[in-house]
C-alpha cells in the first residue's frame, strides 16, 4: 500500500494525545517486529524521522516505557493505554508510528507486513536486519444471505 501523502494525524483511543507526523515514505516501511516486547504488542509501524512528529495536544500524557538494553523509548497514553509511536533502537533518529493511530489506516490495510527478527536485533548482529517472515491478512469471503 502506498501513499502520496506522507504527513498523517494520529491519535490514541480516548484522543487525549494527538499528533502530526510526516512519515519518511508514506505507508512503504510498514514492518512487524519479533522482539519479546513488540512480540506481546502486536502493533504494525512505520517509520517517520525524529523530527517528524508535531504533538497537537497530550504530549504530556504520554507514559514511556523502556526494557532491555533501555535504547527503544516506547510511548502510550496515560490515560488510554494506547501505544503511539517508538524512538527506535535499531536508529535513534527514527520512530515506529503505530498504524492503528493513523487516521484512516489500518493494520488490516496491508495485505501482507514483513516481520524482522528483533530477537537477533541488528544492533546485537553486526548491523544485519534479519527477516523473521510475512504476516499475510486474507479478508474473509462475505457470505451471502439467504434468499
Known sequence: MTTSTPSHHG???CGAVQFEVKLSDGLNTVRRCTCSYCRMRGAVVVS???G???????EELLTRYRFNTGAAQHF??????????HQRRSNPNQFGINVACLEGV???DFPAVP???GV???NDNNGVSLLAGTL????????????
Do not use: M
Open 120 to 122: 537477533n536485533h541488528p
Open 106 to 108: 489500518s493494520p488490516f
Open 48 to 50: 517517520a524521522e525524529a
Open 52 to 58: 517528524g512528529i508535531t504533538f497537537l495536544r497530550g
Open 136 to 147: 499475510i491478512f486474507q479478508p474473509a469471503e462475505k457470505e451471502q444471505p439467504e434468499t
Open 115 to 117: 516481520v524482522y527478527d
Open 76 to 85: 502510550f497514553c496515560s490515560r488510554c493505554g494506547i501505544y503511539t509511536h
Open 11 to 13: 491519535q490514541c483511543h
